[in-house]
């Protein structure tokens, strides 16, 4: 083991050192961190895009489950935790990804180091972007499959390895559509054809895509239509669609499969009532109301216009999610301090999330945020970033 002291003050010498911040009131975009006066910052960090944490249709809906159900579901959902709204949610998902059913998880970390295993074993291969997920790297070490990682969103890279390497066993292809930390997309149509070709499954984690994307908000998947080519189509409650939880569609058999074989599903406690409602409200919402998403669009896009105006020259991306590069881990820690001193609240990403010397500042673009708010935050940034 480790030597705590030394690795801690280590950690703390190169910046890399992590610390909890309570927030202490939060609202409408809004937050207060203990212990900093009252002094209100805009946040930037929070993955809530759509604003539907605090939407009320999502707040009714949890809070009746709450009064018919209590608090929590008080057992898995193999033993009595097997509530209705758990089937609803799962129905509206899987009609949302184009599929035949659906599967929730207690988040998109255990469904993603829950799915891999149940379906890979060591004489199988997994061929997994370089920057995706911990959780999916998490998932594919536990499932003991050889992991051959490609480089990130090269597709080319991704055909010479399975050229090279795919074997004989089970091969699955698995990415995301809008990547967490830098926000770009994923070529999905490009994939399909390839995962066809090599006879792998494909699966897609649209943590990031959901409410989002696609006319309906079912993602990059219903964006590019290729449901039918996406095995396991994977996403999560907690982002854009503002509960908890996480879930995967695909066909009748590999849900009964997983349901008897994912033990992240099996040996953990059902998601509680008034959480799976919240989801289930938010999924609803999102069908209902493609201005949300709309909305979000033009946010993002005048952001990102603001700052390519004041001479930000480098890529902005496609998405919600707008990495600005820093570099080193302590260059980001001080540009995110000298933001909050500007009332701009934006975290600093920094190894291990994301490779050695890529620390960067992440902006999250979501549907709280006025043009006022993203004028002034592009205004601080380009004067942190020296433009
Ligand atoms: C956030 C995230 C997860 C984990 O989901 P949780 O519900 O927060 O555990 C998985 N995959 C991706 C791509 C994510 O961004």
Redesign the pocket.
Known sequence: MVDLKTWLSQQQEKGGLRSLRPVSSRAKGRLTLAGDGNRELIDFSS?DYLALAEHPALIAAAQQALLRFGTGSGASRLMSGDLAVHHELEEAMATLKGKEAALTFG??????TGIIPALMNRHDCVFSDRL??A??HDGCRLSGARVIRFRHNDLNHLEELLMEKRGTGTALIVV?SIY?MDGDRCPLRELVAIKERFGCLLMV?E??ATGVFGAKGGGIIEEDGVSSGVDLAMG????ALGS???YVAGNREMIDYLLNRARSFVFSTALPPAVAAASLAAVQLIQQEPELRHDLQAKMAYFKGMLRAGGYLADLGPSQIIPIQVGESKAALAKAELLRKERIFATAVRPPTVPEGTARLRFSITRHHSTADLAQAAKALLEVMEL
Request: charged letters at 15%; hydrophobic letters at 25%.
């Open positions: 993955n988040s998109g970390y255990m469904a993603n995706n997920h959780s999916i995301e967490s984690d943590a990031h999560t409650f907690g982002k908890y939880g996480a």
